[in-house]
């Protein structure tokens, strides 16, 4: 299985994340693999038509819609995904990738999606970090669960939670346990984590149903869609150091059930290559990666 020098990736995503009807509901609705090509509703003259020619998007020379369409031509295919997936081949089995495999697929497509917008330099690759995802997790369990509530009382509906009953989407996300309790989540021999500079998005778009190749996109792509280039909850796709993911079933018995994707971003945060028209001063032509 693992011939032509396939390296298993290590792990970021807690054994404890509950991936179990991530395997079967797509299953359930037919779907047998998890690469591009398993998705049934996705045509090859689709994929063809979001091929990537190697343009520079420079969004301060779009409007928001045709930066959005260009990596986006629609939720599910963000541009030139499907080659880099299968130059990568990130999963040893795509009818069963581990998480370890789909940790590291994620960072393959964040990466690509900053090089639609020329951020290609080393200082620019987005890297997996333990903590962020635990602590995506973390705050998941504190959301959606009272795992937490009887040892870690609080405010609810407040940042750290408790989280039963409350309207806020973001509930949960400063939960952090003791070290003691973090230990099971964490690598043998990991210091810890602790409240960092960072930034959290909530993204209720992704389904449970869908294969991992492309699962996150719909987080990405209607955000970008709704928000542009400039959002809130866009910037960190492009700009953060570091990040972790975790997708959790809002619905377990329902096979169309969204997979909420709490994504938490910290490290450095780059600076923007491309300056918002919408703003006084900028000049489209004088932004971007390759503009000395």
Same mark, same amino acid.
């Given at each position: 299985?693992?011939?032509?020098?396939?390296?298993?990736?290590?792990?970021?995503?807690?054994?404890?994340?509950?991936?179990?009807? @991530?395997?079967?509901?797509?299953? &359930?609705?037919?779907?047998?693999?998890?690469?591009?090509?398993?998705?049934?509703?996705?045509?090859?003259?689709?994929?063809? &038509?979001?091929?990537?020619?190697?343009?520079?998007?420079?969004?301060?020379?779009?409007?928001?819609?045709?930066?959005?369409?260009?990596?986006?031509?629609?939720?599910?295919?963000?541009?030139? =995904? *499907?080659?880099?997936?299968?130059?990568?081949?990130?999963?040893?089995?795509?009818?069963?990738?581990?998480?370890?495999?789909?940790?590291?697929?994620?960072?393959?497509?964040?990466?690509?999606?900053?090089? =639609?917008?020329?951020?290609?330099?080393?200082? *620019?690759?987005?890297?997996?970090?333990?903590?962020?995802?635990? *602590?995506?997790?973390?705050?998941?369990?504190?959301?959606?669960?009272?795992?937490?509530?009887?040892?870690?009382?609080?405010?609810?509906?407040?940042?750290?939670?408790?989280?039963?009953?409350?309207?806020?989407?973001?509930?949960?996300?400063? @939960?952090?346990?003791?070290?003691?309790?973090? &230990?099971?989540?964490?690598?043998?021999?990991?210091?810890?984590?602790?409240?960092?500079?960072?930034?959290?998005?909530?993204?209720?778009?992704?389904?449970? /149903?869908?294969?991992?190749?492309?699962?996150?996109?719909?987080?990405?792509?209607?955000? =970008?869609?709704?928000?542009?280039?400039?959002?809130?909850?866009?910037?960190?796709?492009?700009?953060?150091?570091? @990040?972790?993911?975790?997708?959790?079933?809002?619905?377990?018995?329902? /096979?169309?059930?969204?997979?909420? =994707?709490? &994504?938490?971003?910290?490290?450095?945060?780059?600076?923007?290559?491309?300056?918002?028209?919408?703003?006084?001063?900028?000049?489209?032509?004088?932004?971007?990666?390759?503009?000395?």
């Amino acid at each position: 299985m693992h011939s032509h020098g396939f390296e298993s990736p290590v792990q970021f995503t807690p054994n404890q994340a509950n991936w179990d009807t @991530f395997v079967s509901k797509p299953r &359930a609705a037919g779907i047998n693999t998890h690469d591009p090509d398993g998705v049934p509703w996705i045509s090859p003259a689709d994929w063809t &038509a979001a091929r990537w020619d190697g343009t520079i998007y420079n969004p301060s020379r779009m409007t928001r819609v045709e930066f959005a369409a260009a990596i986006c031509p629609s939720v599910d295919r963000v541009r030139g =995904l *499907r080659e880099v997936f299968y130059q990568r081949n990130p999963f040893a089995d795509n009818a069963n990738p581990t998480k370890a495999e789909v940790d590291e697929w994620h960072r393959i497509a964040i990466n690509h999606v900053r090089s =639609l917008v020329g951020y290609v330099s080393p200082d *620019r690759q987005v890297k997996k970090d333990h903590c962020m995802f635990a *602590r995506a997790l973390w705050g998941d369990e504190r959301k959606f669960t009272t795992f937490w509530d009887a040892r870690y009382p609080g405010t609810t509906g407040s940042a750290a939670g408790p989280c039963q009953g409350s309207t806020n989407s973001h509930c949960g996300s400063t @939960f952090i346990p003791t070290l003691a309790d973090q &230990a099971p989540y964490l690598p043998a021999g990991h210091p810890g984590c602790s409240i960092q500079q960072g930034a959290e998005g909530v993204f209720s778009g992704p389904k449970s /149903n869908i294969p991992w190749s492309i699962k996150w996109s719909r987080g990405l792509c209607n955000t =970008l869609i709704a928000e542009g280039f400039w959002g809130g909850h866009v910037g960190p796709w492009f700009h953060r150091e570091t @990040f972790g993911f975790n997708f959790w079933d809002s619905n377990p018995g329902n /096979n169309n059930s969204n997979a909420i =994707l709490r &994504a938490k971003w910290t490290g450095n945060q780059m600076p923007n290559l491309y300056c918002n028209p919408a703003e006084p001063g900028c000049d489209p032509n004088h932004t971007g990666p390759n503009i000395q």
